[in-house]
């Protein structure tokens, strides 16, 4: 598999950049990987707007992300069908043609909370891993369950984003935090973080990850 342009020890990634504004803020702010999410769009838009924002982050040296197909939001998923799931075919000629880093995939997961229960879609997973050659992104991985995430990253996943799960995590920990009535309130931020950082470790070994900084 061809591994990205630019490797880091840890990124700063700008998620889900719907704008032209957007982007620009990112790059001017000092991150170092840029999402461009023209999901959305026709296909053909969402590979000439994707070139454009490769054409001007690979001379400063940020990578970027992109996304095929289309992940819906959780609230909607118990309605959603496979209609905006990433195709093969197209994935491969969407990376050839835009040079993207990394590119994400809808393969069955939502953004947010579910109100169904997440199915996915493995032998697509398969399929698209089979064809293209740049790390492959799993977005709306909160709640998706550590067997599903797992057998992802078995299967081509490098990437798993967890927001959702992760802010709940520390709001959890921060809300048995302040039941103590006589709690530090230099405290609140370290028991949020505290909550957020336990969770994000249990997914560094679930993926197999520990030391594996570099």
Not at 19 to 31: A, K, P, Q, R, T
């Amino acid at each position: 598999m061809r591994q990205p342009h630019f490797l880091l020890t840890f990124a700063i990634n700008l998620d889900h950049g719907k704008s032209y504004e957007d982007i620009m803020l990112g790059i001017n702010s000092g991150f170092t990987s840029i999402m461009v999410d023209r999901s959305s769009l026709s296909y053909e838009d969402n590979i000439a707007q994707t070139k454009e924002t490769v054409k001007m982050c690979r001379p400063l040296n940020i990578s970027v992300e992109a996304e095929l197909g289309h992940v819906g939001q959780g609230e909607d998923y118990s309605s959603d069908g496979s209609d905006h799931f990433t195709k093969p075919e197209e994935a491969k000629k969407f990376v050839e043609e835009t040079g993207i880093d990394c590119l994400a995939v809808a393969i069955g997961t939502a953004h947010g909370r579910y109100h169904g229960t997440p199915h996915i879609d493995f032998d697509l997973l398969k399929q698209i891993t089979n064809v293209v050659d740049i790390p492959l992104v799993l977005h709306g991985g909160s709640g998706t369950g550590d067997e599903n995430l797992r057998k992802a990253v078995k299967n081509g996943i490098q990437k798993v984003n967890l927001a959702t799960e992760l802010v709940v995590a520390g709001k959890e920990e921060l809300e048995t935090f302040i039941q103590d009535k006589n709690f530090d309130k230099w405290q609140l931020i370290p028991s949020f973080i505290k909550g957020y950082s336990d969770r994000l470790e249990h997914y560094v070994k679930l993926f197999d990850q520990e030391n594996r900084a570099w």
